[in-house]
């Protein structure tokens, strides 16, 4: 009447994580979120850099970077919660410093520039988030 024991990589796969894999994971978190807040706060001040004509480049080159740092989050993180951390970093620095002090002065004009970067960013952050959805999706757990 022994006890068997299971196969050595059956258990390895169900192992609970260990407290520092955890704190590892939790700090890879924290970055990606800290990734999206600095994306976001550089991206405030540079989205109306270079304009060619009548087109923002600059704010079109800060919606991109938005989609990739949320894109890659995910991807990395096997998670799309890899992709939601910069998204929500994002989210506070530009619409936080898009609001106006006490004085009445905004970082983020309303210009088309502005319009550009924080539309065009929502929706960059968004596609990054579900393009993060879709690969966590189909990737074979």
Known sequence: MGITQPPVQATAKLRPPSRAEAFITGG????????GL??????SFEYSRAVLGSVPVAALACCVAIFLGCALGGWAMRRVAGALLPAIGWFVASF???MPNTG???IIANTSA???YLYGGSVSALLGIGTALVTSVRAPR
């Open 38 to 43: 600095a994306i976001g706060v550089i991206s």
């Open 28 to 35: 890879a978190y924290a970055m990606l979120f800290l990734a």
């Open 104 to 106: 009445g002065s905004v």
């Open 96 to 98: 936080g410093l898009a």
């Open 114 to 116: 502005g319009e550009w």
